[in-house]
């Protein structure tokens, strides 16, 4: 079993920085590749990135490409989201996930993910 628990969220302005970090524990970290979501007030769940068991690959929502970033340190059990230009519509709760590794297939359905971490809050202000 593996838990996951993100933190870094908050209030933010529109413009602003901020990277949210994921432990993981209870598991070989490097097994999984780690995907982050987001959910926003009254929409569905969705998709925003995903990151390969190594490191080396990462994919992401297309209107996040080029403002978001994935990475992780496998020796720290931990994924990182570094998110630049912050707008508004950015808000949501942001959760980090993790499935075990099999390749980037349908990657971005979060029913393909193991484990779920609880979330952390995204509040980006204009």
């Known amino acids: 079993q593996v838990q996951l628990v993100e933190s870094g969220g908050g209030l933010v302005q529109a413009g602003d920085s901020l990277r949210l970090s994921c432990g993981a524990s209870g598991g070989t970290f490097s097994r999984y590749d780690m995907g982050w979501f987001r959910q926003a007030p009254g929409k569905e769940r969705e998709f925003v990135g995903i990151?390969?068991?190594?490191?080396?690959?990462?994919y992401y929502q297309d209107s996040m490409k080029g403002r978001f970033t994935i990475s992780r340190d496998n020796a720290k059990n931990t994924v990182y989201l570094q998110m630049d230009s912050l707008k508004p519509e950015d808000t949501a709760v942001y959760y980090c996930?993790?499935?075990?590794?099999?390749?980037?297939?349908?990657?971005?359905?979060?029913?393909?993910?193991?484990?779920w971490g609880q979330g952390t809050q995204v509040t980006v202000s204009s």
């Open positions: 996930a993790a499935r075990l590794r099999r390749g980037f297939n349908r990657y971005t359905e979060g029913a393909q993910y193991d484990y």
């Open positions: 990151i390969n068991w190594s490191g080396d690959t990462t």
